[in-house]
């Protein structure tokens, strides 16, 4: 029985590239039985993604915030009006869909750079609705605007470095360059080696 017709040389294979998947680390690791001189490579997408997550999950008001802004003004036009009156020139709170990497990010900067009209808003607004009663409980919050400095000040690249990673005429060279430091490249490997 013949598995491939022309068989590849195990000295011939020299890099894995892959997710952050827990499955496909540990088959890069079993592989290197047959490829002693494979190298496994996480996607820096992924890895960057992961780290995103990880910021997600350790800023729970923003992340409340971030999850319910834009859910305030959907199917309410009248509450969009008044938005747009309170804060003229200002684009409603982005949407943070979790399965677009970055999004929540962009989100979480957004609010950042707009707290003061967003807060005046949404705070001016009648709690009608549950989304806008947990927007007006996220922003009364003491730490909240501390911590979208926060996220500002030290993860603003993040979200710029996924979507240029994501681009595929993005070359190897102009990857590296994307001004992220060496201690979030740290980060991100840390947390795909779990």
């Known amino acids: 029985m013949i598995v491939a017709p022309n068989p590849v040389k195990s000295e011939n294979v020299k890099l894995m590239l892959s997710d952050a998947a827990a499955y496909m680390i540990k088959a890069g690791k079993a592989l290197l039985v047959f490829y002693p001189e494979l190298i496994y490579f996480t996607c820096m997408a992924h890895a960057l993604n992961r780290l995103a997550e990880l910021v997600r999950a350790e800023y ?10 834009k ?6 036009p009248l ?3 008044f938005y747009k009156e309170m804060a003229p020139g200002l684009p409603l709170p982005p949407e943070a869909v979790i399965t677009r990497w970055g999004t929540w990010l962009n989100a979480a900067l957004f ?4 707290f003061v009209k967003i807060k005046e808003s949404f705070l001016s607004l009648d709690a009608d609705s549950i989304a806008l009663r947990s927007c007006k409980e ?4 003491s730490n909240i605007f501390e ?3 926060f996220i500002k000040a030290h993860f603003f690249m993040l979200a710029k470095a996924i979507t240029e990673l994501e681009t595929a005429q993005l070359s190897l060279n102009d990857s590296l360059k994307l001004g992220l430091n060496e201690k979030v490249f ?3 490997i840390l947390d795909t080696n779990k």
């Open 79 to 81: 509450r969009v009006e």
């Open 147 to 149: 911590d979208l400095a």
């Open 71 to 76: 859910n305030v003004f959907l199917k309410a």
């Open 186 to 188: 740290y980060l991100a």
């Open 111 to 114: 609010y950042a750079d707009n």
């Open 60 to 69: 729970p008001s923003v992340n409340n915030l971030v999850n319910n802004g």
């Open 138 to 141: 996220s922003i009364l919050e």
